[in-house]
């Protein structure tokens, strides 16, 4: 038998004290010495990392913040410019629900021809109820044109220029505006005020008239087309010992908020003051 | 030089400001006169005449806008320049205590002359439901409007005539 060599020995000793060392590492009863060992090595590691990532923060941290201070001012401007979109779209979308309502308005009357016109302001004096609408003789309007939308009566054109018209409503003092009642067959007039609030004139003391009646243009005096809507009685003034009974009415239109109008084209207004004056000379 | 003729742009802006916004934002009946505030801003750091040229100027734009006679608004705009001239400098030397009387002046004066008018030609336009429902909202509504319009024509003064101030 062949006899083992010193440097064998020592190699299968070297083998099995790395086995025996890998078996208990793998076994985990080497993790307490390596617990020893590892330990202040990590804390080292933790502690110079941190002290690191400060230093590199420092340094790096103020150019993100600068970086996200311009991204969040390039968001909000955009932003900005998004709602400032919305607006205009809402603005746009409110326009066109208005032009549309006016379109129905004009198809429900197809015999007359209508001149679409926005309004671009208010009379200045605050006893006087007039709007501004921004087309004038160039676009077709001419003085006495009746003006409505599709909720009713608005008044008729009491001044022109080129480019811009100045429409005396129905709630004027100076506006009369001849009406029947939707129900009955009785004409009475509709008279506007200083203040704005139109009340029904004229009316026969035997005609019943009721809180919510329906006032319609009559086509009398030939300042307006007949079947117009102008408003609804709120409430009723009647007293025994007066020719005619009178009431409050609530028009159709609210001219606060009026934004636009359709004037009516093709309609004739007729002048009948010579007739008139001559009944009274008489 | 351009000090005598500022007043036409101003007046024309403040007209189509008048009759777009400032008509709208009511009171009651009553709204707000901002071409007699500037007209009264003016005149009471005026010392010359150059006062009723913005009166004129302002009478005449809101005539073209509005259904009232010209002779309305620039006749109450003229009044309020010829009630600055004669107030200037008499009331303990302070020009705002000096516009709010001009103002309450000239606001009333304005009223009264409008009602007077309608009334000629008709319309049921009685004085106490003038002075309620139109006369005291818009003194209100001016009173509310006439330390900016002070503060935004004296600015306009300065600009226009350095050197030339009176406070």
């Not at chain 1, 941290?61 to 919305?86: F, G, K, M, Y």
């Amino acid at each position: 038998m062949k006899p083992v060599s010193p440097g064998t020995l020592r190699n299968a000793v070297v083998v099995f004290i790395v086995v025996g060392i890998l078996f208990l590492a793998v076994s985990g009863f080497l993790r307490p010495i390596l617990g020893v060992v590892m330990d202040p090595f990590v804390a080292a590691q933790r502690w110079l990392s941190e002290r690191f990532m400060a230093v590199y923060d420092f340094f790096t941290l103020p150019r993100d913040v600068t970086a996200l201070i311009q991204r969040n001012n390039e968001l909000e401007d955009e932003v900005a410019n998004l709602q400032s979109q919305i607006i205009q779209l809402q603005q746009q979308l409110r326009e066109a629900d208005i032009l549309y309502s006016l379109l129905d308005y004009a198809r429900s009357r197809p015999a007359d021809q209508y001149i679409a016109a926005a309004v671009i302001g208010r009379d200045p004096s605050p006893f006087l109820q007039y709007i501004i609408i921004d087309h004038g003789s160039d676009d077709g309007v001419r003085y006495g044109m009746p003006v409505v939308t599709q909720q009713g009566l608005v008044g008729r054109i009491e001044a022109v220029t080129a480019s811009a018209s100045r429409v005396q409503l129905i709630s004027d003092s100076g506006s009369t505006v001849n009406v029947t009642l939707q129900n009955q067959n009785a004409d009475a007039l509709v008279q506007g005020s200083i203040t704005g609030d139109i009340t029904l004139e004229m009316l026969n003391q035997n005609v019943n008239l009721n809180v919510g009646d329906i006032l319609l243009t009559s086509g009398l005096g030939g300042n307006y087309p007949s079947d117009i809507l102008v408003g609804q009685v709120v409430d009723i003034k009647k007293t025994e010992n007066e020719l005619f009974q009178s009431a409050y009415v609530q028009p159709m239109v609210d001219f606060k908020t009026l934004r636009a109008v359709l004037v009516i084209k093709n309609f004739q207004t007729t002048n009948i003051s010579p007739l008139t004056s001559g009944t009274t000379m008489q | 030089m351009i000090a005598n003729y500022i007043c036409i742009p101003v007046m024309f802006v403040l007209s189509v400001l008048q009759s777009t916004v400032i008509s709208r934002i009511t009171l009651i009946n009553g709204s707000a006169d901002v071409v007699m505030l500037a007209v009264a801003a003016w005149g009471v750091k005026e010392k010359g005449f150059n006062t009723f040229m913005w009166a004129l100027a302002g009478g005449l734009f809101i005539s073209i806008i509005t259904a009232m006679p010209f002779y309305i608004p620039v006749g109450t705009y003229l009044f309020v320049a010829f009630l600055a001239k004669i107030l200037f400098g008499r009331i303990w030397q302070s020009p705002i205590f000096m516009l709010i009387i001009v103002v309450f002046a000239g606001t009333i004066f304005g009223h009264f002359f409008s009602l007077f008018y309608l009334q000629i030609n008709g319309a049921a336009a009685g004085l106490m439901a003038g002075l309620q429902n139109f006369t005291l909202p818009s003194l209100l509504l001016n009173f509310f409007f006439l330390f900016p319009m002070y503060v935004m024509i004296s600015d306009l003064r300065k600009w226009v005539l350095p050197g030339d101030d009176y406070e």
